[in-house]
């Protein structure tokens, strides 16, 4: 089985971008602990990361074909990617998005998510633990497929 994992911009610089808000642990932290957490379930994880929407788009587009579910933090372009959102609503695998802060309790702009609608869920407030648990609940959804 092959989930997808797409980080948005600004996320390359976790580790040492405000850490009061995203914490220490960087995006290859993250990646590895995915990696890890699912090749104990026999999943293989395509990861990318990007700071540009068109490029995150392009992913979407390439491997939704390819791949059973898609885990995706669209960080800024949460807030106001229409491009992004309509990617998304256009497939028909299990899409969860997380966060690691939680944006309702953040700066007003940051309340609303245009992408989240589009969705089968939204994870937000957990920190690297929000990825963690977005896994699940791919895998949780990709199970619950097969009854
Ligand atoms: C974020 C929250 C967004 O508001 C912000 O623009 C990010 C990261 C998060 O993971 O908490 O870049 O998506």
């Not at 990617?81 to 309702?104: F, G, K, M």
Request: proline share 3%.
């Amino acid at each position: 089985m092959k989930i997808m994992v797409i980080h948005g911009p600004n996320l390359n610089m976790l580790g040492e971008r405000e850490p009061d808000v995203y914490g220490t642990v960087t995006l290859e932290d993250i990646d590895n602990m995915l990696k890890k957490n699912a090749a104990e379930k026999d999943i293989h994880l395509i990861i990318k990361q990007s700071n540009f929407e068109g490029e995150i788009i392009n992913w979407i587009q390439q491997f939704s074909s390819s791949v059973e579910g898609i885990i995706i933090n669209p960080a800024a372009f949460t807030h106001y990617s229409v491009a992004i959102r309509d990617a998304l609503s256009n497939l028909s695998i299990p899409v969860v998005e997380v966060h690691l802060s939680n944006i309702c309790a953040r700066e007003d702009f940051r309340h609303r998510s245009v992408t989240a609608p589009v969705v089968q869920g939204q994870i937000s407030g957990f920190g690297f633990q929000s990825y963690l648990l977005g896994l699940e609940a791919v895998i949780h959804l990709l199970e619950g497929k097969e009854d």
